[in-house]
């Protein structure tokens, strides 16, 4: 597949999921999958609260959506960057020890039941 | 013509005699380094040719490893950060710290570790995925679903 191709249907899937995301509130409607370690665990994990969080900011309301997940919202320049420069093979390996780290972090944070830590849960 | 094998396990050439000659001179071949001449499909070492016996055996102990162009070893980040994020963060994590270990050994100049960790990384993913789904089709079929799904409740979590 050449990368043109790659680029394409890459473009179509996020079209059609922000589309979906746009169209369906999370909140209300039971359409997308639960993720399964919240369901389990009771506890948050670092992507719950992403799909709401852009359903908000598809609708322009930002505060709402670093409400929801701040972290999948912050990283969404990056995520953008990636994939239009994007060669992860030849990433310094430091940043994907960072990366871990900091989804790591921000797991463990969002779980802590106490101001202002409770900011970040969804 | 030649063609050679080289310490990346890669083909060069075809090359002229005088360019391996000189290869060998340089420190890119040597004596064990494989050799196809043209017309043959046998790869044999390069000490095996009498043209070059002599020239590779007077740079006997030489470095093995050619130009190097760095190998492309995929490190599966985007599916282990995918996986983490939206079907199983337990295994997913796993998935990215070989993901990580691929660079860091790739920086190291460790290919095979770096190839060990990729197929690690793509494991720990097919893991994650794997687990992700298993667990929302038994979610999808359980009791609760369903009164859930028929009370319309809102849902706490994605």
Known sequence: ?122 | MFKIIGGDGKEYGPVSAEQLHEWVRDGRANAQTLVQAEGSTEWKPLGQFPEFAQAASATMPPPVVMSQPKPNIPNYLVPAVLSTICCCLPFGIVAIIFAAQVNTKLQAGDILGATAASRNARMWCWIAFGAGAILSLLYLFSARHYFIFQRFHRFRYD
Request: hydrophobic residues 55%; proline residues 7%.
């Open chain 1, 1 to 122: 597949m050449t990368d043109r191709v790659k680029m394409i249907c890459i473009g179509a899937v996020i079209v059609a999921v922000a589309t979906v995301v746009f169209a369906v509130d999370p909140q209300r409607a039971n359409v997308f999958p639960v993720c399964p370690f919240h369901r389990m665990t009771g506890l948050w994990c670092p992507g719950c609260g992403a799909t709401r969080a852009f359903h908000q900011l598809l609708h322009g309301n930002m505060l709402a959506a670093l409400r929801y997940n701040s972290l999948a919202i912050v990283m969404l320049p990056l995520a953008g960057y990636l994939i239009v420069h994007g060669d992860v093979s030849t990433m310094k390996p430091v940043w994907i020890w960072v990366l871990l780290v900091v989804v790591v972090a921000f797991g463990v944070l969002r779980n802590i039941p106490v101001y202002p830590f409770t900011l970040l849960a969804p």
